[in-house]
């Protein structure tokens, strides 16, 4: 208790909470866009149950990897090396083959996220490809099973990348967990208003499976030790969803015209 009132009382410890729920909800947009498009792929009376469910068990497995941040800590341990390492820039090799647990988490993110983006990329722009429908009712629960199975796969990657993050900006537990549990509440407010503004621009659709192809490539390249700054990734997708906005206000414009 006379920790928590030290905290509350130290501008320091509320500069740390404030970057680092700002860090959280930035990190947590990458997760939301996956479970935005997996929901929308569903019957409209199951999307927000599953975009709900997938967003507390984001929740639960972050504040489940708090409590063991001693574990968490020695993913980063190598475990094993090829050997392998780029050049030298600025002390630090470019890229290196001393995979640790959380490297080769984070490769099997990405390639789980690549797939993904490339097989929902494909279904839009042919999706006549699979017309195997066989009862309805079946095919909705076991869309909804697999949905969720997929929503878990990846909050388990996210949430180990958010808890990094979150270790390397503060040693105070307490402040981790308000944290993630304010960038999780903006996340569940965020959920339905996110998934329904996707599902209804079907360009918006394509340029969140172009995000999700760009995250899946940089959680690889991480996985192999090359440091992408995330200020760029970030500015990027700013930049694209900007350009995304300025097409749907001509397309609409042009529609008011006609």
Not at 40 to 55: A, D, M, S
Not at 92 to 111: K, M, V, Y
Not at 151 to 161: P, Q, T
Request: proline share 5%.
């Amino acid at each position: 208790m006379n920790e928590l009132l030290h905290l509350a009382a130290d501008p320091a410890a509320w500069a740390a909470l404030v970057t680092l729920i700002v860090m959280e909800v930035v990190l947590g947009i990458d997760n939301l866009v996956f479970i935005s498009i997996l929901s929308n792929k569903l019957p409209p009376e199951h999307r927000q149950r599953v975009r709900r469910i997938g967003i507390s068990l984001a929740l639960v497995m972050r504040l489940a990897l708090l409590s063991t941040i001693a574990f968490i800590v020695g993913l980063t341990a190598p475990v094993f090396d090829l050997g392998l390492a780029g050049p030298l820039s600025h002390g630090e090799p470019t890229f290196e083959t001393a995979f640790s647990w959380r490297d080769l988490i984070l490769i099997a993110g990405g390639l789980f996220l690549i797939w993904k983006a490339t097989k929902e990329i494909h279904h839009n722009v042919d999706p006549d490809a699979d017309e195997s429908a066989p009862d309805v009712k079946t095919a909705a629960i076991s869309n909804v099973g697999g949905a969720i199975f997929q929503i878990i796969l990846l909050d388990i990657v996210f949430s180990i990348d958010s808890i990094l993050t979150a270790v390397g900006m503060t040693d105070h537990l307490p402040i981790m967990i308000v944290a993630v549990i304010v960038a999780v509440t903006v996340m569940l407010l965020a959920a339905d208003p996110l998934g329904n503004f996707i599902n209804n621009n079907p360009t918006v659709v394509m340029l969140a499976l172009g995000f999700l192809l760009m995250i899946g490539a940089v959680l690889i390249a991480e996985g192999f030790g090359v440091h992408v700054p995330k200020g760029y990734i970030y500015a990027a997708m700013a930049f694209s969803a900007g350009v995304e906005g300025l097409n749907m206000l001509s397309r609409r414009k042009g529609v008011t015209k006609g």
